[in-house]
């Protein structure tokens, strides 16, 4: 693990990617749905270079480590540090993919491709979405298990 680790911050991270990957998800239908538009250029999004800028900025890594940082005053020993729960929203790019022959009406959707692509990226979301409920699951143990110590 790397310095900085915790569960919010790892759950804002969880967040983001399934965001970026739910943006792929509409760009691939978008395409597919577009496969018989004459003149229609494939769509993707380039969310893994927003992704690692996200992680830098949940995380604080590199440049932006010794950034000044407004603290919270803590009046008793027992509250919890301020979290940075809502980092700035990711900006993906979305380009033309490249690459792929066009057809006679200059489209350039390959469902073969498409198809694929989408695979992929179901298999994604559905494991951002496992790591988001374990990560869910360690809350509600610790919530569990304080209601018992206290009861």
Same mark, same amino acid.
């Given at each position: 693990? /790397?310095?900085? #680790?915790?569960?919010?911050?790892?759950?804002?991270?969880?967040?983001?990617?399934?965001?970026?990957?739910? @943006?792929?998800?509409?760009?691939? =239908?978008?395409? !597919?749905?577009? !496969?018989?538009?004459? #003149?229609?250029?494939?769509?993707?999004?380039? /969310?893994? +270079? =927003? @992704?690692?800028?996200?992680?830098?900025?949940?995380?604080?890594?590199?440049?932006?480590?010794?950034?000044?940082?407004?603290?919270? =005053?803590?009046?008793?020993?027992?509250? #919890?540090? &301020?979290?940075?729960? /809502?980092?700035?929203?990711?900006?993906? +790019?979305? #380009?033309?993919? %490249?690459?792929?022959?066009?057809?006679?009406? &200059?489209? *350039?959707? %390959?469902?073969?491709?498409? *198809?694929?692509?989408?695979?992929?990226?179901? !298999?994604?979301?559905? &494991?951002?979405?496992?790591?988001?409920?374990?990560?869910?699951?360690? /809350?509600?143990?610790? !919530?569990?298990?304080?209601?018992?110590?206290?009861?």
């Amino acid at each position: 693990m /790397f310095a900085g #680790f915790s569960p919010n911050k790892s759950k804002a991270l969880v967040v983001a990617a399934t965001e970026a990957r739910v @943006l792929r998800q509409n760009l691939i =239908a978008g395409n !597919i749905a577009n !496969i018989d538009t004459p #003149f229609y250029k494939a769509r993707d999004v380039d /969310f893994e +270079t =927003a @992704l690692a800028q996200q992680k830098r900025e949940i995380y604080k890594l590199g440049s932006e480590k010794n950034e000044p940082k407004l603290e919270l =005053a803590k009046t008793n020993e027992k509250h #919890f540090d &301020a979290l940075e729960l /809502f980092p700035k929203a990711m900006n993906p +790019t979305i #380009f033309l993919r %490249d690459g792929h022959m066009a057809r006679n009406d &200059a489209n *350039t959707v %390959d469902l073969d491709i498409e *198809t694929s692509e989408l695979s992929k990226n179901s !298999i994604m979301i559905q &494991a951002l979405d496992s790591a988001s409920k374990k990560l869910g699951g360690i /809350f509600t143990s610790v !919530i569990d298990a304080s209601g018992r110590v206290s009861g």
